[in-house]
């Protein structure tokens, strides 16, 4: 679970080993942020200069509290001090969770926020939103971790210095010597740059594409039923012309058609007729019996007319 915290509140932890993370929103004119942590006794002063964990010191001798890189992020850029509070000597009280701007003041930075991380799972603790009263500070205690009884508790704080990182160590014990980097505030470091694009190969041309075929033949339609003949061309010798073909007609043989090569064809014969028969004799009966004569009719016939 994420708190999000105001100004002077705090929260018991559940862990003893933490990430305290600056982020911020980078851009031009926006100072670099530094973030450090001082660990202090119980008179609220560091045991010696030891005690100081910052960029150009960024190991405690007990490899207890330790200044990691900057990083990019989505979010914005990051520097950040973890810390083990469950190894620490009985004799540190607090361990003060500190900034500085480089070369400004924090009015020019943008979106910054401190971040309590539990290192042991990743989960983000605490969410506090850093807003300087002033516009002046050079320097902010964003936050600190201290003892109560058994445990260890996070308190929200934001105080502001206006002498920079070195009014703020010295406050607390700190002895800085002219023209060290916590006196002139010039970090050793600078913001990563983006990783360098790698040297791919000039990819292939991409070949033409082939031409697109042309139609192909069209599909010939479905035979139909054949025509009946027709009309023949007109003969190629002048005077005479084709004779279209007649229906057979029953019972009367056809002449058949004279061929068209271009010669004069002799017209046919008319047809012979048989020569007409002359009237002869009725026809003969059949079967050798005499005719009745016109009068004659049958006598009734069936079993009721025996007898009679």
Known sequence: MTHAMLKG?????????VRAVLRWTPGTGVHDVDASALLVGADGRVRSDEDFVFYNQPRHPSGLVRHLPKRREPEGLTDSVEV???GLEPSVDRVLLTASADGGTFADVRDLVLLLVDT?????????????????????IC????RRG?????????????TGLTGLATDFGVSVEEGSPAASGEPSGT????????????PDPVPAPPPEPGPGPRPLPEPGPEPGPGPEPAAAAAGTARIPDRPAAYDHPQP????AYGYPQIPPPPPVRPPAQPPGPPPRPAYGYPQPGPGFTLPPQGPQFVGR
């Open 150 to 162: 058994d445990g260890w508790k996070f308190r929200a704080l934001g105080q502001g210095y206006d």
């Open 9 to 17: 509140s705090n929260i018991q932890l559940q862990t003893t080993a």
């Open 120 to 140: 042991t799972g990743g989960e983000t603790v605490a969410h506090f939103e850093i807003h300087p009263e002033t516009g002046s500070e050079t320097a902010l």
């Open 256 to 259: 058949p058609a004279p061929p």
């Open 84 to 86: 083990e509070l469950a």
């Open 143 to 146: 936050g600190e971790l201290y």
């Open 191 to 202: 913001v990563p740059q983006p990783p360098p694009e790698p040297d791919l190969p000039e």
